[in-house]
């Protein structure tokens, strides 16, 4: 967010971005884990129905 409103623009806000993506990704395993769902399973179904998707023939939905 501050690289995007041109807050302190001359920091590399790189490294804590991937320091959020990191604790992101931390915290949805373990959930995962706690509601025993299978992350890659529920992951790569979503992936199949999403990647049909064509958001520019159908821009509202991205399915007919």
């Known amino acids: 967010m ?3 409103q041109g807050i ?4 590399d806000h790189t490294e804590d971005i ?3 993506i ?3 990704i931390i915290y949805l395993c373990d ?8 992350l890659a399973q529920v992951l ?3 992936w199949k129905e ?3 998707r064509d958001w ?6 991205g399915v007919e």
């Open 44 to 46: 790569m179904q979503t």
């Open 18 to 20: 991937k320091d959020a």
């Open 50 to 52: 999403v990647k049909k």
């Open 31 to 38: 959930f995962a884990t706690v509601e025993n769902i299978d």
């Open 56 to 61: 520019k023939a159908y821009p509202k939905t």
């Open 8 to 11: 302190r623009t001359g920091e």
């Open 2 to 4: 501050k690289r995007e």
């Open 22 to 24: 990191a604790d992101i």
